[in-house]
């Protein structure tokens, strides 16, 4: 199993406070990813990264930020939680020496917003 | 625009039966990569099985098997004398690779298999 962990694996804020995940890998993968999973809309991609600095949206890249200044540690934060930010968010990395676009994922972190 | 498309959102059968799961996609990319992942109860996600556009021939691995069919854009995955164990969502996915924006993953809805005893 690849060495992905993500932390919080749960937490519970109240709307209007900042909001940080981290995501860390120990398999010096090259591209990492968050996405966000509610039912009815599946998996959806938030922001990814291509290396260190490098970063760009996805599909609903809207209130999130993130940041990447280590190749193990990619965080992902709320600026302003909103309750439409309650949601199940998952880290993904790829990028490994064999089969580098499969993308292997965290445990999760379940966010609840009050 | 990549979609991904599990017309079945739930399918419920009995321990030993078979269990045949659809996905259609749609992508403009002529290389791609079709994935299918597992979410059992506990909600983790684990990587099942990749297949690349150029590379149709069909898998067995154990009780799994998976029909890639380039003409109808599809990437069937069966599970054969089905097992209380195999209870769990199921997602496809496709992605443009490495060189396409990221290898940026797109999910189908995913369809929940309850196999009861």
């Known amino acids: 199993d690849a060495g992905i962990t993500q932390s919080p694996r749960h937490k519970v804020t109240e709307t209007g406070t900042p909001v940080t995940l981290r995501c860390h890998q120990t398999?010096?993968?090259?591209?990492m990813y968050w996405y966000r999973q509610d039912p009815g809309h599946g998996l959806r991609l938030i922001h990814y990264?291509?290396?260190?600095?490098?970063?760009d949206k996805g599909e609903v890249s809207d209130g999130y930020s993130v940041s990447r200044s280590k190749t193990e540690d990619f965080l992902l934060t709320l600026e302003s939680a909103t309750s439409s930010q309650t949601s199940v968010y998952f880290c993904?990395?790829?990028?490994?020496?064999?089969?580098?676009?499969?993308?292997?994922f965290g445990p999760g972190t379940r966010l609840l917003v009050l | 625009a990549q979609k991904v498309t599990q017309a079945q959102t739930e399918i419920s059968v009995v321990e030993k039966e078979d269990v045949t799961l659809d996905c259609v996609y749609e992508?403009?990319?002529?290389?791609?990569?079709l994935f299918w992942y597992k979410q059992p109860p506990s909600g983790e996600l684990v990587f099942l099985i990749r297949?690349?556009?150029?590379?149709?021939q069909n898998e067995i691995s154990g009780r799994y098997s998976w029909n890639f069919q380039k003409s109808t854009s599809s990437f069937n995955f069966t599970i054969t004398a089905s097992q209380v164990v195999d209870s769990a969502v199921y997602f496809c996915?496709?992605?443009?690779?490495?060189?396409?924006?990221?290898?940026?993953?797109?999910f189908g809805g995913g369809t929940r298999v309850l196999v009861k005893p």
């Open positions: 993904a990395i790829s990028g490994g020496a064999e089969q580098k676009e499969t993308q292997y």
């Open positions: 398999e010096n993968h090259r591209y």
């Open positions: 992508t403009r990319d002529t290389t791609y990569y």
């Open positions: 297949r690349n556009s150029f590379d149709e």
């Open positions: 996915a496709l992605s443009g690779g490495i060189k396409a924006a990221g290898n940026k993953l797109t």
């Open positions: 990264s291509y290396g260190v600095k490098d970063t």
